[in-house]
């Protein structure tokens, strides 16, 4: 209600200065697209050369499906204006949409020949209906015609993907690495995954890449994808340097290429290094047994995080960072641990004050200090903090938690109680985690719905999986149109992955997310995991 009145203040506002194109524009934001339609219409008919009314005339038909219109209005403004390329679009819009594909895509061949400039827009149009096979041969003929264009050959590869074919994407690859070597960068998660998918038979098609050390890395992604870590290292370590061999090992560490980073590290890397890896490959004896010959600050961090995070043996990892902290005041990576540390040890304060030595604080350090003043009631700080985190790292995937964090500080008169159970599940302290719980499931608030997530998740720690699901099958009994079910749903699917490792289980919940849940933001979680079972995001893309 307050959403709309505000809305509704800022059109008389607008309205009374006479600017019918800015208010059709903010009726479209608002989803008003009726109402936006009708005044687009205001604006052409005022002036029909108006790119921006023409633009959002053609959007809100196309999202109301006012084909029979669009065409119309847009067909008899085409005669009174020449040359006017957005409406000839519009038109072509309007004929696929109208299901008029013969006369849609002569007006394509008419259109490219009087603006070839605008070859990507017309690519688009083309993609949105279905038209893969006549956007790649218009693709297909600029490239041939103009010469390779990056632009280009990237819209043409993102075709031949959809249609399930890796062989020639990899072949424009290489032509795009020939014709600009910085690309290669970038280009490499696709590489992975067409290995994956080929299992490494692709390669062949980057042999065409002229220059020997971009070959190798290129052909070695590709193997890595498709789990050969022996013949990717082996390429690399023909052409490359220790220096660059170490920093190739850390990249494709970050993009959980773990077996490749390994067997580099083994070769140029300190034992730090080696123990991080096995460690995330579970390899739990064999990580400790390096660290524990090798007595570098570096290695002894990571003995401190192994005793922090898999071992849960807090106070030994409290006096492993200080040891760190001696030798290297102010590393960020120990002031960061050592305030985990002091979290799941309750010390808060003690916490905090380690946070605030940390002189440029990254997203993890403002997470962590969100969390800090969650736990200590502060509530107000919390807001504060995550706005500074969602400002100044947008993009960071610890932003959705941190405004989790700052929904619930707004919680009312249980968000207390519920903060202290959190905290005693970062600590360990189940029994009187879960006692601070049961009082609060009772309720019919928000923060009695989370007690229910926060309930099945100290069960699915004590490995009772059946009744983690059982409470979570109790939460859909007495919240059945909460706007957490798909919460709910991404918790339950989080139990049948880890806990009884049922991929297709979870992809039927994620899947049921999605169709039951539209609307809701965790459906985005749920649509990255599924591309996830399904091999469709490569490592190193965005999750």
Same mark, same amino acid.
């Given at each position: 209600?307050? /959403?709309?009145?505000?809305?509704?203040?800022?059109?008389?506002?607008?309205?009374?200065?006479?600017?019918?194109?800015?208010?059709?524009?903010?009726?479209?934001?608002?989803?008003?697209?009726?109402?936006?339609?009708?005044?687009?219409?205001?604006?052409?008919?005022?002036?029909?050369?108006?790119?921006?009314?023409?633009?959002?005339?053609?959007?809100?038909?196309?999202?109301?499906?006012?084909?029979?219109?669009?065409?119309?209005?847009?067909?008899?403004?085409?005669?009174?204006?020449?040359?006017?390329?957005?409406?000839?679009?519009?038109?072509?819009?309007?004929?696929?949409?109208?299901?008029?594909?013969?006369?849609?895509?002569?007006?394509?061949?008419?259109?490219?020949?009087?603006?070839?400039?605008?070859?990507?827009?017309?690519?688009?149009?083309?993609?949105?209906?279905?038209?893969?096979?006549?956007?790649?041969?218009?693709?297909?003929?600029?490239?041939?015609?103009?010469?390779?264009?990056?632009?280009?050959?990237?819209?043409?590869?993102?075709?031949?993907?959809? #249609?399930?074919?890796?062989?020639? !994407?990899?072949?424009?690859?290489?032509?795009?690495?020939?014709?600009? !070597?910085?690309?290669? %960068?970038?280009?490499?998660?696709?590489?992975?995954?067409?290995?994956?998918?080929?299992?490494?038979?692709?390669?062949?098609?980057?042999?065409?890449?002229?220059?020997? /050390?971009?070959?190798?890395? %290129?052909?070695?992604?590709?193997?890595?994808?498709?789990?050969?870590? #022996?013949?990717?290292?082996?390429?690399?370590?023909?052409?490359?340097?220790?220096?660059?061999?170490?920093?190739?090992?850390? /990249?494709?560490?970050?993009?959980?290429?773990?077996?490749?980073?390994?067997?580099?590290?083994?070769?140029?890397?300190?034992?730090?290094?080696?123990?991080?890896?096995?460690?995330?490959?579970?390899?739990?004896?064999?990580?400790?047994?390096?660290?524990?010959?090798?007595?570098?600050?570096?290695?002894?961090?990571?003995?401190?995080?192994?005793?922090?995070?898999?071992?849960?043996?807090?106070?030994?990892?409290?006096?492993?960072?200080?040891?760190?902290?001696?030798?290297?005041?102010?590393?960020?990576?120990?002031?960061?641990?050592?305030?985990? %540390?002091?979290?799941?040890?309750?010390?808060?304060?003690?916490?905090?004050?380690?946070?605030?030595?940390?002189?440029?604080?990254?997203?993890?350090?403002?997470?962590?200090?969100?969390?800090?003043?969650?736990?200590?009631?502060?509530?107000?700080?919390?807001?504060?903090?995550?706005?500074?985190?969602?400002?100044?790292?947008?993009?960071?995937?610890?932003?959705?938690?941190?405004?989790?964090?700052?929904?619930?500080?707004?919680?009312?008169?249980?968000?207390?109680?519920?903060?202290?159970?959190?905290?005693?599940?970062?600590?360990?302290?189940?029994?009187?985690?879960?006692?601070?719980?049961?009082?609060?499931?009772?309720? *019919?608030?928000?923060?009695? *719905?989370?007690?229910?997530?926060?309930?099945?998740?100290?069960?699915?720690?004590?490995?009772?999986?059946?009744?983690?699901?059982?409470?979570?099958?109790?939460?859909?009994?007495?919240?059945?149109?909460?706007?957490?079910?798909?919460?709910?749903?991404?918790?339950?699917?989080?139990?049948?992955?880890?806990?009884?490792?049922?991929?297709?289980?979870?992809?039927?919940?994620?899947?049921?997310?999605?169709?039951?849940?539209?609307?809701? !933001?965790?459906?985005?979680?749920?649509?990255?995991?599924? /591309?996830?079972?399904?091999?469709?995001?490569?490592?190193?893309?965005?999750?």
């Amino acid at each position: 209600m307050v /959403k709309r009145l505000m809305l509704v203040l800022v059109l008389i506002f607008v309205a009374g200065r006479g600017q019918d194109l800015p208010r059709a524009q903010m009726l479209e934001g608002a989803g008003q697209l009726e109402s936006a339609f009708l005044l687009y219409k205001v604006v052409l008919e005022q002036n029909p050369d108006n790119r921006q009314a023409v633009q959002g005339f053609i959007r809100t038909a196309r999202g109301l499906g006012r084909f029979d219109s669009l065409f119309q209005v847009l067909q008899r403004y085409e005669k009174q204006t020449e040359g006017n390329g957005d409406i000839v679009l519009g038109v072509i819009e309007a004929l696929f949409g109208l299901r008029r594909r013969g006369a849609a895509l002569n007006r394509v061949r008419v259109f490219y020949q009087q603006w070839p400039t605008r070859l990507l827009e017309l690519v688009e149009l083309l993609r949105r209906y279905g038209e893969n096979g006549v956007a790649a041969e218009l693709l297909e003929g600029a490239i041939a015609s103009q010469g390779l264009r990056i632009h280009y050959a990237e819209r043409l590869i993102e075709i031949y993907e959809q #249609e399930g074919n890796v062989s020639r !994407p990899a072949r424009l690859v290489a032509e795009i690495v020939n014709a600009d !070597p910085n690309q290669l %960068a970038r280009l490499l998660p696709r590489l992975a995954d067409y290995g994956r998918k080929s299992k490494g038979r692709v390669a062949k098609e980057l042999e065409r890449i002229r220059d020997s /050390k971009l070959r190798a890395r %290129a052909m070695a992604e590709v193997y890595v994808g498709a789990g050969d870590d #022996e013949t990717a290292v082996r390429l690399v370590r023909a052409v490359m340097s220790g220096a660059e061999l170490l920093l190739l090992a850390r /990249k494709w560490e970050e993009t959980g290429a773990w077996g490749a980073a390994l067997r580099l590290y083994q070769d140029y890397g300190a034992g730090a290094d080696r123990s991080r890896v096995l460690r995330r490959m579970g390899r739990m004896d064999e990580a400790l047994l390096v660290l524990e010959k090798d007595s570098t600050p570096e290695a002894r961090l990571e003995l401190a995080e192994f005793f922090r995070e898999e071992k849960q043996e807090l106070e030994r990892a409290v006096q492993l960072y200080h040891d760190v902290l001696r030798r290297r005041p102010g590393h960020y990576g120990a002031l960061l641990g050592l305030a985990g %540390a002091l979290v799941g040890l309750k010390e808060l304060d003690s916490a905090r004050a380690v946070l605030m030595k940390i002189g440029e604080p990254r997203d993890s350090v403002l997470f962590l200090l969100a969390r800090v003043l969650f736990y200590q009631g502060k509530f107000d700080s919390v807001q504060i903090v995550v706005r500074n985190l969602n400002g100044r790292f947008p993009q960071s995937p610890l932003v959705n938690d941190a405004l989790e964090l700052a929904l619930l500080s707004l919680g009312g008169e249980g968000v207390t109680t519920l903060a202290q159970a959190m905290l005693d599940y970062e600590s360990g302290d189940e029994q009187e985690g879960m006692s601070r719980l049961r009082r609060l499931m009772p309720g *019919q608030d928000r923060i009695a *719905q989370e007690a229910f997530f926060l309930f099945s998740r100290f069960l699915y720690q004590q490995r009772r999986y059946r009744e983690a699901l059982a409470v979570l099958d109790t939460f859909a009994i007495r919240f059945p149109n909460s706007e957490l079910g798909a919460k709910a749903g991404l918790v339950r699917a989080e139990i049948y992955q880890d806990g009884f490792k049922d991929e297709n289980r979870v992809q039927s919940i994620l899947e049921g997310l999605i169709v039951q849940f539209p609307g809701s !933001p965790y459906v985005e979680l749920a649509r990255n995991w599924l /591309k996830r079972l399904k091999g469709e995001i490569a490592p190193g893309e965005v999750r």
